[in-house]
C-alpha cells in the first residue's frame, strides 16, 4: 500500500526558481526521506528528517515536517538543468520491518 | 565506494524460465530488500531480509522468491517469469542507527521484460 502521496505528480519551473513539493502520509512513522530518480536510475538518497525535527537543511534543499498534519514538504532553491528528476517521499514505521513505503513521486523539469 | 550492485541490468526473458536477479552490498548492511516499480504504482516492496537467513515477504511477493545466505548477497529469483512481472526491480540495503533506520541505498536498477 502506499503510504505516502506527492503533491503536484508534475512540476515545470524555469532554471532559477524554487522549486516546492510535498508529501502526505497516513501512520505514525519514525523518520521521512526523501528520494531523487533520474531517469530509470537507481534512487538517491537526499535528506531524512526524524519524527521530532521540524525543518532541516542540506545544501541547497530544505526539509519540514508537520507531524500533527501527517505532512512534509522538499523545497529546492535557486533550480538547475540538473535537478530535473522524479521526486519521492518515503516513510520510515515506528516498529518491525525497515520498509521505507514510497509515494508515486513528482516529476519536476527544470526548463532553462 | 560504497555501492549496491545488480545484475543484470537489462534482461529479457520467455513466460515460464527461471531467472534470478542478483545483488550485492559493501557497506555490512544488515537490511535489503527488492523493490519493484510501475509507472502509477511507485515502488512496492517485493521481500525485505533483517539479517542473514532472516526473510520475509513485502507489499507484492507472489511469484518471487529470495534467499539471504551472506551478509552481502541477496538474490531475487522468479522460478516461472510471467509478463505482468515485467518491472523495474531495484535492490536496497540499509542499516539501523541505535533502535532507528537509517537511509537505504539502491542498485541501479534491473528492466526486465518477460514475453
Known amino acids: 500500500s502506499q503510504q505516502g502521496e506527492e503533491d503536484p505528480q508534475a512540476l515545470s519551473i524555469q532554471e532559477g526558481e ?8 497516513k501512520t505514525s512513522i519514525n523518520n521521512l526521506q526523501w528520494y531523487r530518480q533520474n531517469s530509470g536510475r537507481g ?3 537526499l535528506i531524512l528528517i526524524r519524527s521530532n525535527e521540524r525543518e532541516k537543511h542540506s545544501g541547497r534543499l530544505r526539509v519540514t515536517l508537520d507531524t500533527s498534519k501527517k505532512s512534509s ?3 529546492i532553491t535557486a533550480s538547475r538543468a540538473a535537478d530535473t528528476a522524479s521526486y519521492f517521499c518515503a516513510t520510515g514505521p515506528h516498529f518491525g520491518n525497515e520498509k521505507l513505503t514510497f509515494g508515486t513521486g513528482t516529476r519536476l523539469t527544470i526548463i532553462p | 565506494e560504497a555501492q549496491v550492485t545488480q545484475n543484470p541490468r537489462y534482461l529479457i526473458t ?3 524460465k527461471k531467472l534470478t536477479v542478483t545483488c550485492s552490498q559493501n557497506m555490512n548492511h544488515e537490511y535489503m530488500s527488492w523493490y519493484r516499480q510501475d509507472p502509477g504504482l511507485g515502488l512496492r516492496q517485493i521481500y525485505y531480509s533483517m539479517n542473514v537467513e532472516v526473510t520475509d515477504k513485502g507489499d507484492v511477493p507472489e511469484g518471487y522468491k529470495v534467499s539471504r545466505k551472506e551478509k552481502r548477497n541477496f538474490p531475487l529469483i522468479l522460478e516461472s517469469p510471467s509478463p505482468n512481472q515485467t518491472s523495474l526491480y531495484f535492490c536496497a540495503s540499509s542499516t539501523r542507527s541505535g533502535t532507528r533506520n537509517t537511509e537505504a541505498f539502491f542498485g541501479q536498477g534491473t528492466r526486465l521484460t518477460v514475453v
Not at chain 1, 524554487?18 to 502520509?25: D, E, K, L, Q, R
Open chain 1, 73 to 75: 514538504s522538499l523545497l
Open chain 1, 43 to 45: 534512487l538517491v538518497h
Open chain 1, 18 to 25: 524554487n522549486a516546492t513539493m510535498n508529501c502526505s502520509y
Open chain 2, 14 to 16: 520467455v513466460t515460464g
